[in-house]
């Protein structure tokens, strides 16, 4: 099967910084990756649909301007949380399904903002 | 619109059985299970594609009803490592390649 990496898997920061995640593919090219957020013992939500060299589409409800999607290249998408606070602690987690099958998933980046 | 699984959480004994059920507003695409173990990304299960499908391996199967708007996923002689949540994952249209999962029902089997 493919193979999805994320980084880092577990981030601590301070309040009012911003975190980069990323995420990669290691044997093959995703031209789209999407990003879920999950919160303890609920479901992922998706965020937003990454696009290789265009803008990123947001699912209703998610602050464009506080998550920051970049997909530069056809193997790395990154989010980045700016200004985070303790309400943006959670388990974010990306996707690619390069054949149309099922979806591969990163290993997921644990955030914590104290 | 999420779909809406049930039941939420279900314990059992191993080699107990196991039914989940995933619902859906709106006839879907198709229709993705997976499981995931707490702090761990979701593993693929199976994918159903036609209305009235049924599909499985060894002691896991899902069915997905003719007019495409609900799933189940049949666990069948349960073991520890069944334990987990389970979630579908859902397509609205072709080509769209995205997912909503599903709300989720929590597994745990004792021993």
């Known amino acids: 099967g493919a193979v999805v990496s994320q980084h880092p898997s577990w981030v601590i920061c301070k309040s009012g910084t911003s975190v980069k995640i990323e995420c990669r593919s290691l044997?093959?090219?995703?031209?789209?990756m999407f990003w879920y957020r999950q919160f303890p013992k609920q479901s992922l939500m998706l965020m937003a649909t990454?696009?290789?060299?265009?803008?990123?589409?947001?699912e209703q409800g998610v602050e464009k301007d506080k998550f920051l999607i970049n997909h530069a290249s056809l193997t790395l998408s990154t989010l980045t949380v700016t200004s985070a606070h303790p309400e943006d602690s959670s388990f974010y987690i990306c996707?690619?399904?390069?054949?149309?099958?099922?979806?591969?998933f990163g290993q997921g980046t644990r955030l914590t903002v104290v | 619109q999420q779909p809406v699984q049930s039941p939420q959480a279900v314990i059992l004994r191993e080699g107990e059985d196991a039914v989940i059920n995933c619902s859906s507003s709106?006839?879907?695409?198709?229709v993705h299970w997976y499981r995931q173990k707490h702090g761990e990304a979701p593993v693929f299960l199976m994918i159903?594609?036609?209305?009235?499908e049924q599909k499985g391996h060894e002691k896991i199967s899902a069915s997905f009803n003719e007019k495409k708007q609900q799933s189940s996923l049949y666990l069948t002689a349960s073991q520890l490592s069944y334990s987990g949540t389970y979630f579908c994952?859902?397509?609205?249209?072709?080509?769209?390649?995205?997912?909503?999962f599903g709300t989720g029902t929590r597994l745990k089997v004792l021993a």
């Open positions: 996707s690619a399904r390069p054949f149309n099958t099922e979806a591969f």
């Open positions: 044997d093959f090219q995703a031209t789209t």
């Open positions: 990454s696009n290789e060299g265009s803008k990123a589409t947001y």
């Open positions: 709106k006839a879907l695409y198709s």
């Open positions: 159903l594609l036609k209305g009235g």
């Open positions: 994952g859902t397509e609205e249209s072709a080509g769209t390649y995205k997912y909503i």
